[in-house]
């Protein structure tokens, strides 16, 4: 069964700061990874797609990595800014059943 | 914006009672998908409908339910609330099946507390 876990659960930084977020899952065998931002009150948003076959993908600051032999993906936001404050997801699609596996989020404050 | 539109944003009932929230997509969208996040936890997949007729289902009682209209509107109806199905309810759209390999646009959701 495949299980998606973030780290850490909670992150607070000082504006200007570049980060990271980690996703990792427990099955390889994923058909794609995605992040998103959850604001409260305004739904989720995606951010990037990273189709197996690929390594990273890139939008403005933002820049996704995956590493499907380990498990593992990154999420790393440049020169923060305090509206990169959110909540921030990673769902793996299964490669068996093309569901949806989502982890619970790194919620992210960036203060000013 | 994602074009994508919930009612209501809260609602309150009591265990046992029945509720249906209601979900637009964007136009053009022939694939719904509803999904169950529970406070602190990542979204749960509850089922996937694609041209009126549901795609997937992850692993949720029949008490779950939903229609899917050719107006691009759908439903989710739950019956015998539990306590346990406080959470907040989120709708997805996309042109195609399946989950991922096309982007997903959420509606802001409705937060659904049983008491």
């Known amino acids: 069964k495949q299980e998606v876990t973030q780290i850490p659960a909670a992150l607070s930084v000082p504006e200007g700061e570049n980060l990271v977020l980690n996703c990792s899952f427990t099955?390889?065998?994923?058909?794609?990874l995605q992040w998103f931002r959850q604001d409260p009150g305004k739904g989720l948003t995606s951010l990037l797609l990273?189709?197996?076959s690929q390594r990273e993908q890139t939008s403005g600051r933002l820049n996704a990595s995956l590493d499907k032999s380990s498990g593992r993906s990154t999420l790393y936001i440049a020169a923060s800014q305090p509206g990169d404050s959110a909540t921030y997801l990673c769902?793996?699609?299964?490669?068996?059943?093309?569901?949806?596996?989502w982890g619970a989020g790194t919620k992210l404050i960036i203060k000013p | 914006e994602t074009g994508v539109t919930q009612s209501p944003t809260h609602l309150i009932k009591t265990r046992g009672q029945q509720v249906t929230l209601r979900c637009s997509s964007q136009?053009?969208?022939?694939?719904v998908s509803w999904y169950q996040q529970a406070l602190g936890q990542g979204p749960q997949f509850i089922f996937q409908?694609?041209?009126?007729?549901?795609?997937g289902r992850g692993n949720f009682p029949p008490r779950f339910s939903g229609l899917q209209f050719p107006n691009y509107s759908s439903e989710l109806n739950v019956n015998a609330l539990e306590l346990d199905d406080s959470a907040l309810y989120l709708c997805?759209?996309?042109?195609?099946?399946?989950?991922?390999?096309?982007?997903?646009?959420f509606g802001p959701g409705t937060r659904l507390t049983v008491l």
């Open positions: 997805a759209s996309s042109f195609a099946p399946g989950q991922g390999a096309d982007t997903q646009y």
């Open positions: 136009s053009g969208h022939n694939t």
């Open positions: 409908y694609y041209r009126e007729e549901e795609n």
């Open positions: 099955d390889s065998a994923i058909y794609n």
């Open positions: 990273i189709q197996s």
């Open positions: 769902a793996v699609e299964d490669g068996s059943n093309y569901q949806l596996i």
